[in-house]
């Protein structure tokens, strides 16, 4: 009886490590330099709005969430490659984009904003902005809509959000089309307290999607379906509303005014 009992107990640990070892894990690439979304703080970890998300529908999902970050214009490059599983990096969702990839429902929706000196007279009219120099993140939607709704304008592109805020603070860009949050986030700080947002807030389906979305390989399709159905849950038990509110004041569930 001994013996039969070592070997059964030998054999339930064995696939118990069996079973542990074989545990889902989900690779999840995200950009890391877009607060309060998805940044890496000062002790090296990625954090922000975009994580929290990602987490939350690993959890409901039940699978364990890697994450790690790339850089902008290698995230859909590197997920058609089979880097990673999927993208949660506030990517909207964009005609363009889905050649190439898969998008959930949106998640979130936010709208763009011109950003200028405040002792500035400037308003979102073509004519305002004529002959200005504006600055966008590469690859990003923002220069596509500013091409087709402001043809006069000159676009500036950068690799990182605070790169051109960093030309706009110093006057080498006249100013900057963003995000709304990330831009909002920016004014109520020092480095923004001399600059304001002109005119309207855009919400340009066209060019910007109808929200952001997590991205996934075109083959992927049944995952695709499992972070709907997760993200589905989360909206509906109060998980979503619980991350939304620790960092804005306003709901970005997509549908909702901001």
Known sequence: MKTSFSTALIGF???AGMNAASAETLRIA??????????????????????????????EMKVECKIETFSWDGLIPGLNAGKFDAIVASMS??????????????????GAVIVAPKNVEMDTTPESLAKKAIGVQRSSSYGQLLKAKFPAVTIREYDKNEEHN?????????AVMAQRLF????LDSAEGADFEVKGKTFFDTQYLGPGA?????????????RFD????????????????NRYFPFSLKPGQEG
């Open 93 to 110: 969702i964009t005609e363009k984009r889905k050649e190439a990839v898969n998008f959930t429902q949106p998640y979130y929706q936010a």
């Open 229 to 244: 159905d997760a993200l589905k849950a989360i909206m509906e038990n109060g998980t979503y509303d619980e991350i939304n």
């Open 30 to 59: 995200t950009e890391g330099t877009y607060p309060p979304f998805n940044f890496v703080n000062a002790s090296g970890e990625v954090q922000g709005f975009d994580i929290d998300i990602a987490n939350a529908l690993c959890a």
């Open 13 to 15: 640990m064995f696939a």
């Open 183 to 186: 831009m909002q986030q920016w």
């Open 213 to 225: 979305g997590i991205a996934l390989r075109k083959s992927d399709e049944t995952l695709q379906k």
């Open 166 to 174: 960093l030309d706009l603070a110093s006057g080498r860009v006249d």
